[in-house]
């Protein structure tokens, strides 16, 4: 089988709370206003939303043999995504991301467990074949791989084989490593800050124009403020029309640009007008902070994405 996409997975099971306050130590205790348990992690998420939109996308990962792992699976395989090469680790829990909802804003702690298992063993030259495009999420968690990507990437090339990033934050602060892949990337997915933090820039435009000077196509997330789309040779804002966000109540934010990521790449694998591209993100994007997790109020694909 060919696949659409294949990606190594952060596959965790996030804890989702919701809250209208901070929360407080020295044992104050607080009320919420919701929580969920639910499927995580970066590609996971983008996954499920792929699929959904009629994508055949196949993960590469490890859960461990517990419920978590059973949640999660289940969970990717209701979406519609294959996880037959995705494993269970004999030793490690399954990863797990608790997020908390405040105002606007996320907190966030993960436990990376068998995340730690993907290593470089999993690319082999036998997936050349079997996929035409390969998304690269996750990438400061997936600790282990970051020595490996250079030498894939160039692999993938050579086969023909087109690539998309969105790095995530990195919890170390320690950017450096991005900037050898965006020349083998053809698509890169920071948020603002990522964008920021990446090229060492404080303004938007400045850090957009340094990274196109690396990759062909920089696709900068800005939340509420919409999208920038970087060129070497053009820029330009796209915001976020008002007929998707004229009725919106946010739920809660994780999975946001993850889920933009998945709309955007399924309409450029088709060949799909940028524009429209764009269009298809935040369509995915506003959907998804409908509810709580990244997953649970995804598009499917019976659903109209186009204008």
Known sequence: MKYDILSVADLCLDMIVSSPVRPEFNQVELLADDYMIDLGGSVGIFACQFARLG??????????????GQIVRNRLAEAGVDTSLVTLHPTEKTPMGLNISCQGDRAMLTYLGAMNSA?????????????????????FLLQNMIPAWPAWLQQLRTAGISISLDTNWDPSGNWENILQLLPLTDVFLPNEAEAKAISGKDDIMEAGRFLAAHCPLTVIKMG??????????????????????????????????????????FSWLSGTAQADCIYNGFRCAVASLQGLGGIEKQIVQNENLTK
């Open 224 to 265: 509420e403020n919409g999208a920038m789309v970087f060129s070497p040779s053009a820029s330009r804002h796209y915001p976020i029309p008002s007929g998707l966000t004229s009725s919106l109540r946010i739920a809660d934010t994780t999975g946001a640009g993850d889920n933009f990521n998945a709309g955007f790449i």
């Open 55 to 68: 994508g055949n996308i196949a993960l590469m990962g490890s859960t461990g043999q517990d419920m978590a």
């Open 119 to 139: 290593t470089p063993h999993l690319l082999t030259a036998s997936l050349l074949d079997k996929t035409r495009h390969w998304h690269i999420g996750g990438y």
